[in-house]
């Protein structure tokens, strides 16, 4: 990789992502999220929506990260989260390049265009995708927050359509992680941000096999 990875504005990372791609990616029904990692994406949301910073960290109210899993008959198993640090979105090395897309496609919202999107550091991308190569590991998926209700869409639970053009190409599931009510957070995945290929998230115990009850 030899430059930042671009994360919607409201989402995906537009790198390559680490260990195998199944072919059936784009068509599995459900991702099975383990209760423990459910837990980490919630509180990673919750503790940056409510203004809490761990060190290193870019001080802004919203909450982006990776998915790592495996495909497992038609589903996918979530078995790593990792929460990103570093947005590059202010550097004026990337920001051009970002605010033009925002600017053609965001609707306007109550965050400035020019604080919507995400640009991971190449550094947390690498150490991802080593994690990943190291368990076979696929790094599918990634997750963002949507806070600010919309009169149109109250909930926020879907992709927008910037989150559609950032994700497009990118063989990666989005999820949305409603946090307009932070006490009821609602999570949605969405291949390639789109909202016509969508797949249920199943909060289970633990690590299940497929077709088992959890």
């Known amino acids: ?12 990372p537009r790198a390559g992502g680490a260990g195998p791609v199944h072919d059936g990616l784009d068509r599995v029904s459900e991702i099975l999220l383990p209760r423990p990692f459910y837990a980490a994406v919630v509180s990673h949301v ?12 870019t001080p802004e109210r919203k909450a982006f990260g990776m998915l790592a899993g495996r495909y497992r008959r038609g589903a996918v198993e979530v078995t790593a989260v990792f ?19 925002v ?8 965050t400035p265009n020019e604080q919507r999107g995400w640009i991971a550091h190449p550094r947390e991308i690498l150490a991802i995708e ?25 909930r926020r639970d879907t992709c927008t359509h910037l989150d559609r053009m950032l994700a497009a190409g990118s063989r990666q599931w989005t999820l949305i ?9 609602i999570v949605r ?13 199943r909060v289970v115990p633990g690590p299940v096999e497929i077709g088992t009850k959890g």
């Not at 600017?103 to 109550?110: G, K, L």
């Not at 080593?130 to 109250?154: E, I, K, L, Q």
């Not at 992680?177 to 957070?185: F, G, H, M, Q, Y």
Request: with cysteine; charged share 30%.
């Open 177 to 185: 992680v409603s946090a307009v009510d932070l006490d009821r957070p």
């Open 1 to 12: 990789m030899t430059g930042p990875a671009a994360v919607s504005g409201d989402g995906s």
């Open 46 to 57: 919750v503790r940056k929506l409510t203004g809490h910073y761990v060190d290193g960290e």
């Open 189 to 201: 995945a969405f291949f390639e941000g789109d909202n016509d290929r969508e797949a249920a998230v």
């Open 103 to 110: 600017d053609r496609h965001a609707i306007p919202s109550q």
């Open 130 to 154: 080593d994690f990943c190569d190291t368990y076979a590991w696929s790094m599918f998926g990634n997750y963002h927050t949507h806070r600010v209700a919309w009169p149109d869409d109250p």
């Open 83 to 101: 929460p990103l640090l570093c947005n590059l979105r202010r550097d004026a090395r990337y920001a051009a390049d970002m605010d033009e897309i």
